[in-house]
């Protein structure tokens, strides 16, 4: 019975991780076409060094992707960002898939790599998508690879994971 429910939770786990990544690859293929809106209570912009700093109620949109924050760093090589920083007491990132899947993150610190297609999650860190979550101190995700891994940098800390037997079966038949 214990084997049982082991393969249950490895399965469950394997399809979370895959729709998560498969959702995350495939955003609105438009997002990437619609001008980038920042809202901020303050901002400093260093075009020699290619960083601007965003502070307080930071608002990031682009498309359907949401990303806030209470300090938000841009860095930019040859006018595209290349890196997000979002840190305060819940950064989070909202983004919608073509086929209409919401895709949520939230966590103390974020820093969105573009070149790499990774965004690190540390601190309080939780992924959600379809109702089912991933949450650990620390997630990374590769979102043109559709890896994730999770866990402390400890080893003290636990990854918890809720899936709804809905969407397994759904990924099943797909």
Request: hydrophobic share 35%; charged share 25%; proline share 1%.
């Amino acid at each position: 019975m214990k084997n049982k429910i082991k393969i249950i939770i490895k399965l469950a786990t394997v399809f979370l991780v895959h729709s998560i990544f498969i959702s995350s690859a495939i955003a609105l293929t438009d997002d990437s076409t619609k001008p980038i809106n920042i809202q901020a209570d303050s901002a400093e912009i260093n075009d020699a060094t290619g960083i601007s700093t965003y502070r307080g109620n930071v608002k990031i949109t682009q498309g359907s992707t949401v990303l806030t924050g209470d300090i938000v760093t841009l860095e930019t090589a040859n006018k595209k960002v290349q890196k997000i920083i979002s840190e305060g007491k819940l950064s989070t990132f909202k983004q919608t898939t073509d086929d209409g899947r919401k895709i949520n993150a939230e966590a103390e610190k974020m820093v969105y790599s573009i070149t790499e297609n990774k965004i690190i999650l540390t601190t309080n860190a939780k992924l959600t998508e379809a109702g089912n979550t991933f949450a650990s101190d620390k997630i990374t995700f590769y979102t043109d690879k559709e890896i994730v891994t999770a866990g402390s940098s400890s080893g003290n800390d636990r990854v918890n994971i809720t899936v709804f037997p809905e969407t397994i079966k759904e990924d099943t038949q797909q």
